[in-house]
Every structure is written in C-alpha cells, then in structure tokens.
C-alpha cells in the first residue's frame, strides 16, 4: 500500500514501513503506477491529483471528533493516530494539538524555525544568522548568534511546556526531533501521520 502525504514544499512517501521524500509537484505524483492514497494541503495540486484515475483522497475518510474549524487534514491525520496526549508538528509552522480519550480538544499554530529565521533577516542583514540547535536556556546570550537562537527557541518550548503539563507529548514534522530533545520522555515518531492515514483506510475497508 502506498500512502502520499502532500505538502506545500515536499511529497512524503510510505510504503511497507518505508519513507522517502520528493519536492511537491505534478510530476512527483502522476509518475506513479499504482493506486495510492493520500492527503493534500497543497492548493496548487489538490485538484490536479484528484483527477488521477486511482488517486483516493483519504481526507472525506477521517472521523476526527472535534468542533475545530478548519482543522488542516495533515493534523487531522496526526491526532487520528493518538488517543491521549499533545501532538507537535514542526514543520514549515509548528502546530500544537490536544487529545483527549480520542477527542480533539484545539490547538493552535506557530511559525516554524526556517520562518522565524527568515523573519530576523529581514529586520536586520547583521542578523542573518542559523539558529544554533544547542542553544543553552541557562545562559543569558553574550552575543548575537545567541540572542536570536535563544529569542526563538526558548518562548516555542515554554509554550508548548505550558500546554504539556502532566500528558504524553509526540512530536513529528522536520524539526520535531530537534524540539524532542527539550522534553524528558518525548516521544518523536517521523511516520505519525502516516500511521493516522493508515488507520482511516483501514476504517474506509471495514465501512467499506
């Protein structure tokens, strides 16, 4: 079986407990030979793919229970994969969801590291500067590379913190690993959406 989980920058691929990733587009997907299921929040292809012949758009097969509007089918994968506990995606926006005995209780989002990054850059040249993952919440920063690593850092693992409290926390998404390390018994798991669409379609099959 393979599952697609298209995102605005890349394709992340499953199949038999494999993944790999290719950058979004057309031709990432319409090279495919086989039936495949998958999830897309990338508005410029959404329509483009659901044309193709055996292409099942998982999204109508979640059956989240939540009163969040416009909850993104990426993070509706996600915490279908959970029953209890804060779900982390950090990504291009790092979003922060509640489970609770299955159902979804909110969340909020907040800008990525590359975002941040970004948005320091263009207040300042002198302030161009990579975030330094070993950033030390002890130390008050001496100099700049510091001062924008710790800046950023430190309020996104505060706030997450204040929502973990006492439940389970896992994180997934391209940073997820690197926020992982701020949490003592953090789960991080890189297949947590996929687990979610592999629970829709086999929820689909049994419907079905």
Known sequence: MLLCDVGNTNIHFYKEGMTWTKPSSIKNISSIEEEFYYICVNENLKEKISSIEFAIDLEPHFNLDTIYQGLGVDRIAACSAIENGIIVDAGSAITVDIMANGIHLGGYIMPGLLALQESFKNISSRLDIRINPNVDF???PQNSLEAVSYGVVKPIVMMIEETKKD???YFTGGDGKFFAKFFK???YDSSLIFKGMLKAVK???IEG
Do not use: G, H, L
């Open 138 to 140: 002890d130390i008050i």
């Open 167 to 169: 439940k389970k926390i």
């Open 185 to 187: 018994d953090a789960i």
């Open 203 to 205: 929820d689909m099959r």
